[in-house]
């Protein structure tokens, strides 16, 4: 096909790419403020994986990268390390990747919902399905923040949707190299993002719901074989170990309140006369056990990840995964959504709602199953896809209907989402300026002022190390030898130096606070730079005895770190 004929059949999506280009990548730097702490691992990751071939915890080649508190899947600091190898700022690439990969998402998302529309597949007879996606998935905060951030999401939603594409294009074409190139993009996506671990296990089952796909698997050894090899990445990344320490970590299965909370109730029951060593009754026991527990956390959390309050209203608490006062969705999707369902409903498309549905469970159950994942959009994030094709099937039913309505629903949404960027540009930079860790880079900057110097940085607003070793550019290899031989924190003699924390190796670097703010240096440091935070300097009774050399601000103005000289 030419590329007059691509333009001529795809101008509209071009058209659409071209918008979701723009809202994407347009100050990526800028807006979020700052790299955050998460997003600055990643990018340490892949320096150390570029100069050592390991990662900064000094394992080589790893089919998982070992940070400080967790067990990083591979594929994003790959896709970082190699954006930086051709040229790409470190501090860009980490951003870059993520939207880039969501681009990629939209394009496989119109041609996913194209053929999932067609008449090979679901049938649905609503023309332009496609395209509605597509403008939608340009459109709503959900992808829109994920794409904005040094996250994997974005590159987890393009690994299944162009999986899930290749395997429609397999029922079509009944050409293996589509089947080999949808178990792949699947199989990888365990290596992409944490909570694909556990959804991998139903993808067989979503795909045999498409229509034909059943009877092939069948009479096929082909799919059967393609299926089984689906799941190589993840056995390879369960024997290089560390693969559920995650999950372990943040799962309700594993909630250490659980005894207390589980105790604290069946003394409720028992009253308030209760004696020491009573044995709770065979009814409270049946009313308050752990399995109960556990399941009404679950409840709790599923019911609250499919709400109109995280999904339309207030979204995600957590202002790196959402905005705040915005819904994961726009309101204007609501009647959309509600008008999906019923087209669906009406013309008896079953198994397209097994589908659906088994879509939005997988993605509801990865988040539900851990402590905080009632109003998660990070480990929900995939819910977005079933979303996606109901709406645009109640869009693409509306336009059938009512050329005026739709009209009318496209203003709404051209509206909603103009005051959602304003928010998001004017308001936004300022309201997320601590959960992005602003000013933490204008921090290492001072620092660098002084390398022959003893430097004491606070870390009562965040864990400056990971922030000094990437803005430092610190030598990957130094910092593994620390890790190797267990001295990347030390504590030893430090109370002597008045301080309270820990030295990192043999660096000049103290991540400590002074035990008594109104004395000195003690021992060896003289001349030492102390950065203290605000709290601190207002607090301690600093300001009588040192001299302020500088003041590290937020974007806001106000005082994040106070450089003091004693």
């Given amino acids: 096909m030419s590329i007059k004929s691509i333009l001529k059949k795809y101008w509209p999506l071009l058209l659409v790419l071209i918008l979701a280009g723009v809202i994407r990548f347009y100050g990526l730097l800028q807006n979020p403020i700052s790299l955050y702490s998460d997003e600055v691992d990643m990018g340490y990751q892949a320096l150390s994986l570029l100069k050592t071939g390991c990662d900064y915890s000094g394992f080589c080649f790893p089919v998982q990268f070992h940070s400080f508190s967790d067990v990083q899947p591979p594929l994003p600091i790959y896709f970082i390390a190699l954006t930086h190898l051709v040229g790409v700022p470190l501090d860009l690439s980490i951003r870059l990747t993520s939207a880039i990969f969501g681009l990629l998402g939209i394009l496989s998302t119109y041609f996913l919902v194209e053929k999932l529309a067609s008449k090979n597949i679901f049938n649905l007879k609503l023309p332009g399905i496609g395209l509605i996606s597509a403008i939608l998935l340009t459109l709503i905060p959900w992808h829109v923040t994920y794409s904005r951030i040094g996250f994997s999401l974005t590159t987890l939603y393009f690994f299944v949707t162009l999986g899930f594409l290749f395997f429609t294009e397999y029922l079509i074409e009944r050409k293996n190299s589509f089947l080999y190139l949808s178990c792949l993009f699947l199989g990888l996506s365990p290596m992409v993002y944490n909570t694909a671990k556990v959804a991998i296990v139903f993808y067989p089952f979503i795909l045999l719901l498409l229509p034909g796909a059943f009877e092939l698997f069948r009479k096929n050894l082909n799919i059967k074989i393609a299926f089984l090899a689906m799941f190589i990445p993840l056995v390879i990344m369960f024997a290089a170990g560390g693969t559920t320490a995650r999950f372990d970590y943040i799962s309700i299965f594993t909630d250490p309140t659980a005894a207390s909370e589980v105790k604290y109730q069946r003394q409720l029951d028992s009253g308030p006369t209760l004696v020491v060593g009573t044995s709770p009754s065979i009814l409270t026991d049946l009313f308050h056990n752990k399995p109960l527990f556990y399941a009404n956390n679950l409840s709790n959390n599923s019911f609250s990840l499919i709400s109109t309050q995280f999904l339309f209203t207030t979204g995600d608490p957590n202002l790196r995964q959402s905005i705040g006062g915005w819904g994961m969705l726009y309101h204007s ?73 739709l009209y009318i629903f496209f203003a709404a949404l051209l509206i909603e989402s103009t005051f959602y960027f304003h928010d998001y540009w004017v308001h936004f930079p300022y309201t997320s300026e601590r959960s992005f860790s602003a000013g933490m880079k204008e921090l290492i900057q001072e620092v660098k002022k002084y390398p022959d110097q003893p430097v004491i940085i606070s870390p009562k607003n965040d864990n400056p190390l990971i922030f000094y070793a990437f803005y430092m550019g610190f030598d990957p290899q130094k910092f593994q030898q620390f890790v190797k031989t267990n001295t990347l924190y030390n504590s030893q003699g430090l109370d002597k130096l008045n301080l309270d924390g820990n030295r990192i190796g043999d660096t000049n670097l103290y991540i400590a606070t002074p035990i008594d703010y109104k004395k000195g240096p003690a021992g060896t440091l003289p001349g030492a730079i102390y950065f203290l935070s605000k709290g601190e300097f207002d607090t301690s009774g600093t300001q009588s005895v040192t001299q302020v050399s500088d003041i590290i601000r937020l974007p806001s103005g106000e005082p994040l770190y106070y450089e003091v000289h004693y």
């Fill in 333 to 405: 999707l609501f009647p959309i959504l509600l008008l999906g369902i019923y087209f669906l409903i009406r013309f008896r498309h079953d198994r397209l709602i097994l589908f659906l549905g088994l879509l939005v469970l997988v993605a509801i159950s990865t988040s539900a199953v851990t402590r905080d994942g009632g109003e998660h959009a990070s480990r929900s994030f995939m819910m977005i896809l079933p979303m996606m094709i109901i709406c645009s099937a109640g869009l693409a039913y509306l336009k059938q209907s009512s050329k005026i309505l």
